[in-house]
Structure formats: C-alpha cells, structure tokens
C-alpha cells in the first residue's frame, strides 16, 4: 500500500511540475474568472439592479461561471499526455488507471477550488456583495463541489481528449451529469447569502456527498479502460 501511494505521489509531482512549467490551465481558469465578473458585473451595472436583487441572484451567477469556466479548460487538460504519448509510457512502466486518475484528480480539485474562490471574490465585488461572515461555509462548499467536479471532469477529459472536436464533445459529456451538482451548489450558496447558514437536515448537503462519491467511485473504476482503449 505504502508502495501504492508513494507512486500516486510521484504522479502528483509530475502533474505539478507539468502544470507550472505552462502554466496554461491556471492562466485559462484565472482569465475566465475574470473576464466572467467583469461582464456579469457590467451587465447587472447596466440593468440597475439593487444590492437586495443581485444577493439573489449571485449564486446563480456564481455557479453558471464556475461550471462552465471550468468546463472550457477540459480541452487543455490532455495536451501533455497527447502530445508526449505519456499514457503509453506510464502503462508500461507498471502504473494502473487509478493511480493516474486519482493523481489529475488531485491537482483538478486544487486548481478548480482556487477558481472557485477567485469567482467568489471577484464576483462579490463586482456585485457589492459581503460575504465575510459566510466565508468559511463558502470554501467548504466550494472544496467538495471542486472535488466531484475534478472526478467526473478527468474521466470525461480521457474520453474525449482523442476527438478533433474534444474542445466541444467534453463539456456536452459533462454537462447533463453536473446537473445534480450545480443544483446542490446553487441551492447551498443561496442558503448562504440569503440565510448565513446551510440547512444541514436539507438534501442537498447529502446530495453534494453522493455526487462526489459516485464520480470518484466510477471514476478508479473506469479510468483504466479509458486509457487502455
């Protein structure tokens, strides 16, 4: 077991020396945030709306721009495998599927989590929103919906990072499945901002929990089979 980890770790260094060396899906994830906030923040400028609505409303925007900003980097995800036929040297060598999946699954939650976090900050700004008081509540929401969307996000990455069209096919893969995630999300956020507290006898905690361990279940399961085929 010890041997086990000590590989997923290996993997995990390598997925960060690769990432940094780039640096292109951090710089993809960061400029949609932005860009995001600044047309939400503009557009809700334009139609006047109040402090009171657009406290209503963030949550839903918060949730459109975190899910599809994270969707849109999926096409980058695979470019260094592809392009150094790194899954056939890795297979080779003696590491399983699992191993690599939980590895990109590690570095996708902590990157999709700091873009959730820059989303919250920024989009708060943009709509004079104050959200001291619930910050903590808010990460760790945050952090558990970075994490299912991180598991389903690597798989769905694999399966269609050999498709010309892998820019467009992997967020229309994903997409129907983070449904039960973006209302347990919204729901949660809405919570949040309008109450200062999540309703934890609610289903959407719970939900937030399923989702999570149902993708990273499928997840080691399957990412095998991806790369092989």
């Not at 996000?153 to 069209?165: D, E, H, P, Q």
Request: charged share 15%; net charge neutral; hydrophobic share 60%.
């Amino acid at each position: 077991m010890n041997a086990w980890l000590r590989v997923v770790g290996l993997l995990i260094s390598k997925e960060i020396r690769l990432e940094w060396r780039g640096r292109e899906l951090i710089v993809l994830l960061a400029c949609n945030a932005l860009f995001t906030a600044v047309l939400i923040g503009v557009g809700t400028s334009s139609a006047v709306l109040d402090r009171a609505t657009t406290g209503k409303i963030f949550p839903m925007l918060l949730w459109v721009a975190f899910v599809l900003s994270t969707l849109t980097s999926l096409s980058r995800s695979y470019e260094h495998e592809l392009e150094g036929r790194a899954f056939e040297g890795l297979l080779l060598s003696g590491v399983t599927g699992s191993q690599m999946y939980l590895s990109k699954v590690t570095i996708g939650s902590a990157l999709f989590f700091l873009n959730f976090m820059l989303l919250v900050v920024v989009l708060a700004v943009a709509l004079d929103q104050e959200l001291f008081s619930v910050w903590q509540e808010l990460a760790i929401v945050g952090f558990f919906s970075s994490t299912a969307l991180a598991s389903l996000a690597v798989i769905i990455g694999a399966i269609a990072s050999t498709s010309r069209l892998r820019g467009v096919l992997a967020p229309l893969l994903a997409l129907p499945l983070l449904f039960p995630l973006f209302f347990a999300g919204t729901e949660m956020t809405t919570e949040l901002v309008l109450r200062g507290a999540i309703d934890v006898k609610a289903v959407w905690p719970s939900l937030l929990l399923v989702v999570n361990a149902v993708f990273l279940v499928l997840g080691v399961n399957l990412y095998d089979f991806v790369v092989r085929d």
